[in-house]
């Protein structure tokens, strides 16, 4: 029997060239997306690559359970669960609970084909960057829902919250 799991979705804030870091660090600070961010990840599984376990300011992330790739079998992270495959990572997931993959670009590669779901903060600027989201093809994924944010003094940046979800049949 194949191995079921819970509801997969990707949350990544996604610049114009697609960029979504740069030197381990995100492209910007927008204080209204990370309060997004956290209430929306709020009680789920959390599935990151080392990297971005390592750029985290405050590590776990609490009131979620954090799962870390890493292809390093002695790898341990301290308040995190650690996993050296997709499929092993999903293993330890709470099945019922949604599981959001938060990056990094690999990670965001590896499980795009498996995600029912992206929660994409588009921001309306591009940005130096050295890691880069995947195109989003459009004959795979419809988008549901958008909403325009202008800048203002909390968040310097204009952006659009994009829900996508995967096409059937």
């Not at 209430?39 to 300011?57: F, Q, R, V, Y």
């Not at 099945?95 to 990094?104: C, M, P, R, V, W």
């Not at 909403?147 to 059937?168: C, V």
Request: proline share 4%; net charge negative.
């Amino acid at each position: 029997m194949p191995f079921l799991y819970n509801m997969i979705t990707i949350i990544v804030a996604i610049a114009e060239n697609n960029g979504i870091g740069y030197k381990n660090q995100l492209l910007c600070h927008l204080p209204g997306d990370l309060k997004r961010f956290r209430s929306i990840t709020m009680g789920h599984n959390l599935i990151m690559g080392k990297k971005t376990w390592e750029s985290l300011p405050n590590k776990p992330l609490k009131g979620r359970k954090n799962i870390v790739l890493t292809d390093m079998a002695g790898d341990s992270f301290e308040g995190a669960f650690s996993a050296l495959s997709m499929e092993n990572a999903l293993e330890q997931c709470d099945q019922d609970k949604e599981t959001f993959i938060i990056g990094g670009g690999s990670v965001y590669r590896q499980f795009m084909p498996l995600a029912d779901k992206l929660l994409i903060t588009h921001l309306h600027k591009a940005f130096e960057a050295d890691t880069f989201f995947p195109v989003i093809d459009s004959t795979l994924w419809e988008v549901i829902s958008n909403e325009d944010h202008l800048t203002d003094d909390a968040d310097p940046i204009s952006f659009s919250y994009t829900t996508y979800i995967r096409k059937r049949g």
